[in-house]
C-alpha cells in the first residue's frame, strides 16, 4: 500500500472507455471515508466530455456550505461562523475527500489528474451544474484508464520538508540543492519536453530556455513570478457563490478539536 | 486497499511507545508524493509531549511561500500572485501532503487524529517553530500506535455527496433522511457517550439532550451555530505570519493547469 502511494503520478493521457458506475461509487465511497471536520463538501461528476486530456471522467469538487444550513434548519439553527473559517474548513474537508478518492482510483487501476482553474471560473461552473449559492468549486480531477505509464515525479528531498521543533534557517546552499534535485530529476525524465510546454516570458525578459533545459524551479519561477492571480478576481467569484471575505466583523472564539 | 480506506477512522487513545524514525520517515515521503501545485507546505515534527490524547508525535502541517521564495529567489525572479491565490494552493498542496500521510500511517499500523485549531493559534505555533513569515499553520495531525479499535464513523448516503450534470434541489425528506442516517450511526456506536462530550449550549437555548441522545447533526448545529469564528481573528493570525487577504489589488490572469 505504501509503494502504492509512492508510485502516485499524474496521468495526462487516457482511454477512451469509462470506467463503470460501480467503480465510480466505490471511489467516492471511499472518498467519503476521509476525516472531516463536518462533510462541508460535495463532488459534481461529468460524463460529458470532452474534459481534458480526452479523460473520460471529471469530478469538481467543492466547499458546501449550502447543505450545512440544510442539516442547521432542520434542527432549528442558523450558522454563526465566518464565511473565512467556513471555508478554511470546508477546503480542507473537499481537498481530503479529494485525495482520497486519487488513492482509492490509484488502487482499482485508474489514473487522476487535478485541475486547478475552478476557483477562476467558479462563476461558469455555478452555472453549469446550477450551483445554488453557498457552494465553492475549488478543485476539479480528472479520472480514468491510464493510456500512459510515467514515473512518479521528483520531490523536494525531505530535509526540505520535515522540520522536527524548529523551522531551520534554509541557507543558500540547502536551496540550491532542493532546486538541483528537482531540476535534474524533472529534466532526467524528459518532463517538460514530453510535455512539450514552457510557460512563454511576459514583459522584457529575454528566453534563454529551451524544452531542452527549462526544468521545475524556472517552471513554478515564471508561474508565480507572472500569474498574477489577483485577489480580487477570487473574490468576485467567491461572492458570486455567495461567499464574502475580507468585509466581516465579529469576536474571537474557541479551538475545535479532533476529526472523525 | 480500498478496504483499508474504507475502515479509516480517527484515533483518540495512543499507546506510550514512539513509532521508529524509519516509520515517520516513511510516512513523510509517502506524504510528499501526494499530487501538488508547487510543493507549497512544510511539516513540523513535535515528539515532545504532552500533546492531545497523549498521541506521541504532533504534525503540524503549513501552507509555506516562504520556501517558494527562496528557491524564486535563487532564479532571480520574485512572487506576484496576490496572497489569497498562493494561500489556496498552498492549503490544497499541504492537506494533501496531511491526507497522504495519514493513508501511510494506516497502512503501516498507526493511527491519526487531525485538530482543527491551527489557524486560530498560528502566532502561538509561529513562535513555538520558530516560524519565517509567509509560513501559515493549516492543520495538526496527531500520530501513534492505536489503543483503541473504533469502528469507521457514518457519512452522509452517496446521493447527497455526488452529483452527477446538476446539483439537485434538496428537498426537506432527503436533508432528513441524510440528517437521520448521520445521526442513528453516531448513536448505535455510542460515539458522543463514549467520547464524553456535547457541546454546551450558549444564551437563552434550553438544553434537551443528553449524553444519550445527542448526535451529529445536533453536534454540527452547536459548533456552527456559536462558534463565532471571525473573520479578523483568522485576518490577524494570518497577518502575523505574512500574509495579507482582502486588501490587496492587482489584474485577473490565466488558469493552471493539470498536477504532478
Known amino acids: 500500500m505504501l509503494d502504492k502511494l509512492m508510485q502516485r503520478r499524474s496521468i495526462r493521457r487516457y482511454e477512451e472507455r469509462e470506467p463503470a458506475p460501480e467503480l465510480i ?8 471515508q476521509a476525516p472531516f471536520a463536518s462533510q462541508l463538501y460535495s463532488i459534481l461528476l461529468s460524463r460529458e466530455g470532452p474534459h481534458p486530456f480526452d479523460a473520460p471522467l471529471l469530478f469538481t469538487i467543492c466547499a458546501d456550505i449550502h447543505k450545512l444550513e440544510k442539516i442547521m434548519d432542520y434542527r432549528g439553527w442558523k450558522v454563526v461562523s465566518s464565511d473565512l473559517a467556513l471555508l478554511l474548513f470546508a477546503i480542507q474537508d473537499a481537498i481530503l475527500a479529494a485525495g482520497q478518492m486519487v488513492t482509492a482510483a490509484e488502487s482499482l487501476g485508474l489514473g487522476t489528474c487535478f485541475l486547478g482553474q475552478a476557483p477562476y471560473q467558479a462563476q461558469k461552473i455555478r452555472q453549469d451544474y446550477e450551483l445554488p449559492l453557498r457552494v465553492f468549486p475549488i478543485v476539479q480531477l480528472l479520472m480514468g484508464y491510464p493510456r500512459e505509464d ?8 525531505l530535509d526540505f520538508v520535515l522540520f ?25 525524465q524528459n518532463y517538460y519536453q514530453q510535455l512539450g510546454a514552457m510557460i512563454r516570458l511576459e514583459g522584457e525578459r529575454e528566453e534563454k530556455y529551451t524544452l531542452e533545459n527549462y526544468s521545475w524551479t524556472e517552471h513554478i519561477s515564471r508561474k508565480w513570478g507572472q500569474w498574477l492571480l489577483a485577489e480580487e478576481e477570487i473574490l468576485r467569484q467567491m461572492k458570486m457563490c455567495g461567499f464574502t471575505i475580507g468585509k466581516q466583523e465579529g469576536n474571537t472564539a474557541g479551538p475545535c478539536k479532533g476529526g472523525t
Chains 1, 2 share one sequence.
Request: no cysteine; glycine share 4%; hydrophobic share 25%.
Open 25 to 32: 461509487e466505490k471511489i467516492v465511497r471511499a472518498g467519503q
Open 150 to 157: 510515467p514515473p512518479p515525479r521528483p520531490r523536494y528531498p
Open 164 to 188: 522536527e521543533d524548529r523551522y531551520p534557517e534554509l541557507n543558500p546552499e540547502q536551496v540550491q540543492r532542493a532546486a538541483e534535485i528537482m531540476d535534474q530529476g524533472y529534466l532526467e
